[in-house]
T-cell receptor, first 113, second 117 residues
Framework: AQKVTQAQTEISVVEKEDVTLDCVYE???????LFWYKQPPSGELVFLIR??????QNEISGRYSWNFQKSTSSFNFTITASQVVDSAVYFC??????????FGSGTKLNVKP | DAGVIQSPRHEVTEMGQEVTLRCKPI?????LFWYRQTMMRGLELLIY????????DSGMPEDRFSAKMPNASFSTLKIQPSEPRDSAVYFC???????????????FGSGTQLSVL
């Protein structure tokens, strides 16, 4: 089985600060996939990114960036110049076959104006 | 595409009553998942279907819970009788392994907020 750990339960920052959300995963599979989802206060779960285990290239999408390091089994998520609209709970997840998805417990991000 | 559609958005019921949650997956998706989210336990997988067949229901809490998928475009999660501890947000999600990488992820519905009094 796989396991995903998000050690940060809650983070508070002031707008325009950079913030990194940590995600550590455990797996014995050589092929696996990692995901980040955002859950804003409205409650829906919004897909942010999918990454496969063979692609360690970091990805940047606007103010969002992801750092995937197999050596440390981490898939961290950084928001640059945070905004109040970034306030949400963020979930990291893993899957090796798209049948079972293993979710972390989530990190609640509070961005204050 | 309309996305995954769940109904109702909110359900308030009294203990002992039957509750039925509904889900319409994205057209063409062959996997359907039911999740429950609570503060204490986070996101829990209850059951998932592949091509309308239940594959793993080990997450279903007890016999009071049942799920069906009579066809590719509809699934239900039923709780009978309901109890206050069933209060949670129930999410339906769908995905596909045959429609390319863009579908190899969970697409979630908006969820049903269930309150059992």
């Amino acid at each position: 089985a796989q396991k995903v750990t998000q050690a940060q339960t809650e983070i508070s920052v002031v707008e325009k600060e950079d913030v990194t959300l940590d995600c550590v995963y455990e797996t014995r599979d050589t092929t696996y996939y990692l995901f980040w989802y955002k859950q804003p206060p409205s409650g829906e779960l919004v897909f942010l990114i999918r990454r496969n285990s063979f692609d360690e290239q970091n990805e940047i999408s606007g103010r969002y960036s992801w750092n995937f390091q197999k050596s440390t089994s981490s898939f961290n998520f950084t928001i640059t110049a945070s905004q109040v609209v970034d306030s949400a709970v963020y979930f990291c997840a893993s899957s090796y076959n798209f049948n079972k998805f293993y979710f972390g417990s989530g990190t609640k991000l509070n961005v204050k104006p | 595409d309309a996305g995954v559609i769940q109904s109702p958005r909110h359900e308030v019921t009294e203990m002992g009553q039957e509750v039925t949650l509904r889900c319409k997956p994205i057209s063409g998706h062959d996997y359907l998942f039911w999740y429950r989210q609570t503060m204490m336990r986070g996101l829990e997988l209850l059951i998932y279907f592949n091509n309308n067949v239940p594959i793993d229901d080990s997450g279903m809490p007890e016999d009071r819970f049942s799920a069906k998928m009579p066809n590719a475009s509809f699934s239900t999660l039923k709780i009978q009788p309901s109890e206050p501890r069933d209060s949670a947000v129930y999410f339906c999600a769908s995905s596909s392994k045959t429609q390319g990488p863009s579908n190899e992820k969970l697409f979630f519905g908006s969820g049903t907020q269930l309150s059992v009094l």
